[in-house]
C-alpha cells in the first residue's frame, strides 16, 4: 500500500510540475504562412501543401533550439 500512495504522489507531483513549464516565445515578428495552395483554390483528394515561414526556422518537434518551431496542419 505504501508503494502504491509514493507512485501516486510522484505521478501527482509530476505533472504538476510540467504543466507549469511554459513553452517558448516566438521570435518577435516571426511568422508562418500556407504558400500553396493559394486561398479559396479548389483542390482534390490529394493536395500539396506548401509553408512559409520568416523569421524563425521550421524543424522537428524535438528541436528546441532557440529560433526554432514546428507547425501542425
Known sequence: ???????????????????????????????????SPKNGATVGQDVHVVFGAKGITIAPATDTAPGTGHHHL
Not at 1 to 30: D, T, W
Open 1 to 35: 500500500m505504501r508503494a502504491i500512495a509514493f507512485v501516486a504522489a510522484f505521478v501527482i507531483a509530476g505533472s504538476a510540475v510540467a504543466q507549469g513549464v511554459a513553452p517558448p516565445k516566438a521570435p518577435h515578428g516571426a511568422k508562418v504562412f500556407i504558400v
